[in-house]
């Protein structure tokens, strides 16, 4: 609860900039959209720690991009009325109930 809390807190700063400069806060799709760069910017930092990509502080970068795409993540399922938390352990337990009810075939 206290990522999501502070990455609401950090969105509703946004919010008032954004208002600011534009006149009206990011849309869900605009910020989608930014999430989706910063997923692929994610991907060539992982590229260059598993050593495919040259990348100059790369895992400070890393660390970086995780937090970008997870607040992304949270504000999203704000917007759209998700319990980020819940669903999460959701899907979490219906996979594990997948993975103990089909085992690897030996």
């Known amino acids: 609860q206290k ?5 609401l807190q ?3 700063l946004y919010e008032e900039k954004e208002n600011e400069l534009y006149g009206s806060p990011r ?16 991907g060539k930092l992982i590229d260059a720690e598993n050593g495919k990509r040259k990348i100059l502080n790369s895992k400070a970068m890393l ?3 995780f ?13 759209h009325g ?7 352990f959701i899907e979490m337990d219906r996979l594990e109930t ?9």
């Open 10 to 12: 950090v969105r509703r």
């Open 67 to 79: 937090a970008n795409c997870l607040w992304s993540m949270i504000v999203l399922a704000n917007i």
């Open 27 to 42: 849309t869900s799709e605009e910020i989608v959209t930014g999430f989706l760069g910063d997923a692929s910017n994610l």
């Open 63 to 65: 660390e970086h991009q």
């Open 3 to 7: 990522i999501t809390d502070r990455a």
């Open 98 to 106: 997948h993975l103990l009810e089909n085992p690897p075939e030996s």
């Open 82 to 88: 998700v319990d980020l938390e819940k669903s999460f």
